[in-house]
């Protein structure tokens, strides 16, 4: 029972992790009905381009402002110059480009920084430790969740309390009425899949000193961010907070009290959820 606070706490920071990671994911399908399978692929560049920044000037603070800007400006390129050509073709063919550039962002990861792990370390207050309810623990963690918290809350106000938030839901639903009152449809629609781009490196950015940074990283968490947004619904943020919240501590206590199934409980959640709502728990039916 000394352990349980432990593993709760791990299980939020992991939570934390993957809220970043799929949020941005949830947004692009919610908002432009497509499914970026590079979006892990840019998770993971977001990490080593921290890694090379943290390098190069041992700001981390400066990384987590600069990596989000650069994968915010790659994914307006990619929407603007490769995407919206074969939008138009369906989702057969936005599956395979998306399949194409994380093969291509995975093996240029590779050649540029080879396939080993990089440990990356970082220093004031982040690497210290705390006291909590009686137990030592990382500040580092913590600062993931309080990260989640603060993205998933503007994000929630900036969807539904302001009048970008209005255009942007207006063009989902009748993007040819948004278009006929001068906003610039197109242009919105790359500005979500940048935006998109852009969380997915900060998280990345998160999940170096976390996780390390290797090229595995992009696959093992973008099985993790479908299952989060089949469990919670495709396109609903807070289908993304709760699935985010019941995965992480799914997957931390799993390690505690049922190590030999630990792999596979959250697939098991995921077969539930489907069978008794196919839409997700926040999903709507199409």
Request: aromatic share 14%; glycine share 10%; with cysteine.
């Amino acid at each position: 029972m000394s352990d349980f606070p432990v593993f709760f706490l791990h299980g939020l920071a992991y939570a934390g992790l993957l809220f970043l990671v799929s949020a941005g994911l949830t947004l692009v399908f919610g908002m432009m009905n497509v499914l970026n399978f590079a979006h892990a692929a840019m998770y993971m560049l977001g990490a080593y381009f921290s890694y090379s920044l943290l390098q190069a000037t041992d700001q981390f603070w400066l990384s987590l402002m600069v990596c989000p800007i650069l994968l915010f400006v790659i994914g307006a390129l990619i929407e603007r110059f490769l995407l919206r050509r074969v939008h138009v073709y369906g989702h057969l063919h936005e599956l395979l480009l998306t399949f194409g550039l994380a093969y291509i962002i995975t093996e240029v990861v590779k050649w540029a920084w080879g396939n080993f792990p990089l440990a990356v370390n970082i220093g004031g207050f982040l690497g210290d430790t705390v006291e909590i309810v009686g137990i030592t623990y990382p500040v580092y963690r913590i600062f993931i969740f309080v990260c989640a918290v603060f993205v998933g809350t503007m994000m929630a106000l900036i969807l539904y309390k302001t009048r970008l938030g209005i255009i942007l839901r207006a063009a989902v639903n009748d993007s040819e009425m948004v278009n006929a009152l001068g906003f610039n449809v197109p242009r919105v629609f790359m500005g979500v899949f940048a935006f998109g781009a852009a969380l997915s490196g900060f998280a990345g950015v998160i999940a170096g000193p976390l996780l390390s940074t290797y090229p595995g990283m992009a696959h093992e968490i973008l099985i993790d961010a479908l299952v989060v947004i089949v469990v919670g619904g495709f396109g609903s943020l807070g289908g993304a907070v709760v699935a985010s919240l019941i995965i992480g501590e799914l997957q931390s206590f799993g390690v505690l009290l049922f190590p030999k199934l630990s792999l596979a409980l959250v697939y098991l959640l995921m077969a539930a959820v489907l069978i008794v709502k196919p839409s997700g728990l926040f999903g709507e039916k199409q």
